[in-house]
């Protein structure tokens, strides 16, 4: 491919993405992605001035260790340098200006910062890290015209980026590796995940059947163990609980939700909950979760006599009705319609808006990450991207 070709495509490229979308963070990670494909780097993030305050934060990641909560001030570090200066600059880890800083340990043996800046302002920084051939001239170029166009694409459409506030996590997976024995060979379905959950954040997981979602997730809710690394829970070292304490954690810190409903079958449907609701600590009233999700009138129903959409709302309402600080859902609407899966996840909505539930959401569907206030997306073992929603939608305004 000519200079000429490609440029003219990653132009193209790009532009076709930002006028796909009016949310400002779908269009800057999918950007993102383009940025590392082109210049063949292996990470990179795109940060963004906070509205709220003198702050320059991480919107995009495409990079395998969580960093959606760093920023730096604005004239800090190199990422602060950049964003008030009129140039992009190809710097290098032992930069002096990065000494001490948050952007530190972001930055690559060799990263391209550039400004994302039009004549009237600057609204944020592109990072590229480690490229395979170095930083050609014709690279610095294409990076900064496009950076241009992003700026002017911001500016024309008012777009504003406010971060939420700095939260304590819930739970922090450091070092996460695990492993199967399949015959005679050692498998690594998590190769190194580290992640932090927050609370009353809707998470959610996307990535290839085989990445090591639902891996991830059970190891997060105490029904698998890692093979190395670190689970902590509000801060403490969770990594080999006791059977009490696995017991105590499953029973009352977390709520599940399944692809397979998962109900007991000789229940009714308010008897299910009330299964649940017997065995934990603090629970709440099972007929009003019962009636939160629409099903009063179902309460002496059996599972074999509902559709699959009334079985997993009791199964959502089974989830709540231990009142758990985080509640996992695995593929929840990959059995349902598209109408019965919207009510799902206008149900999942509440409980996080609402109720302030921390929920983590495992789903192929990306269409349902645009619900979410923050999507990781795993790949071979990894996490391959994360990037932060400032602006969520709602689930009656998703569409598949």
């Known amino acids: 491919m000519t200079n000429d070709t490609r440029f003219i495509?990653?132009?193209?490229?790009?532009?076709?993405?930002?006028?796909?979308?009016?949310?400002?963070?779908?269009?800057?990670?999918?950007?993102?992605?383009?940025?590392?494909?082109?210049?063949?780097?292996?990470?990179?993030?795109?940060?963004?001035?906070?509205?709220?305050?003198?702050?320059?934060?991480?919107?995009?990641?495409?990079?395998?260790?969580?960093?959606?909560?760093?920023?730096?001030?604005?004239?800090?570090?190199?990422?602060?340098?950049v964003y008030n200066g009129k140039s992009s600059e190809v710097v290098y880890s032992t930069d002096p200006r990065a000494e001490g800083s948050d952007d530190a340990p972001l930055l690559g043996s060799t990263s391209l910062v550039v400004p994302m800046r039009t004549p009237f302002g600057s609204y944020g920084v592109l990072q590229l890290n480690d490229p395979a051939g170095g930083f050609s001239d014709d690279d610095i170029k294409l990076v900064e015209n496009c950076c241009s166009l992003i700026a002017l694409d911001i500016e024309d459409k008012e777009l504003e980026f406010k971060p939420g506030k700095d939260r304590v996590p819930l739970v922090s997976l450091r070092g996460i590796i695990k492993e199967f024995l399949s015959g005679e060979e050692i498998r690594r379905i998590l190769k190194g995940i580290d992640l932090d959950v927050y609370e009353g954040e809707l998470l959610v997981v996307l990535g290839e059947s085989g990445c090591g979602k639902s891996t991830m997730l059970n190891i997060i809710g105490g029904m698998d163990q890692a093979t190395d690394g670190q689970l902590l829970i509000e801060g403490k070292d969770f990594s080999h609980p006791s059977e009490d304490e696995l017991t105590r954690f499953r029973r009352d810190y977390i709520g599940f939700i399944f692809q397979s409903y998962n109900l007991m079958p000789n229940l009714s449907a308010l008897e299910n909950i009330e299964f649940i609701a017997e065995i934990s600590e603090h629970p709440l009233e099972s007929e009003e979760m019962l009636s939160m999700v629409g099903l009063a009138d179902k309460s002496e129903n059996m599972p074999s006599s509902m559709s699959g959409g009334q079985q997993q709302r009791v199964c959502i309402a089974r989830a709540i009705v231990k009142d758990p600080k985080i509640i996992l859902a695995d593929e929840p609407t990959a059995a349902l319609d598209f109408h019965t899966g919207q009510e799902v996840l206008k149900l999942i909505e509440s409980i996080v808006r609402e109720h302030g539930t921390t929920v983590i959401m495992v789903t192929h569907n990306i269409e349902i990450a645009k619900m979410a206030d923050r999507v990781i997306r795993l790949k071979d073992g990894l996490i391959s991207s994360i990037r932060v929603n400032p602006h969520p939608l709602h689930a009656e305004d998703l569409s598949w």
Do not use: H
Request: proline share 1%.
């Open 9 to 81: 495509t990653t132009v193209w490229r790009i532009m076709d993405q930002l006028k796909q979308t009016t949310q400002l963070e779908e269009a800057l990670s999918a950007n993102l992605d383009i940025f590392c494909d082109v210049t063949e780097c292996e990470t990179g993030y795109i940060w963004m001035k906070s509205t709220d305050d003198d702050r320059i934060y991480i919107l995009a990641t495409k990079a395998p260790v969580d960093q959606s909560g760093v920023s730096v001030r604005v004239g800090q570090g190199v990422i602060g340098s």
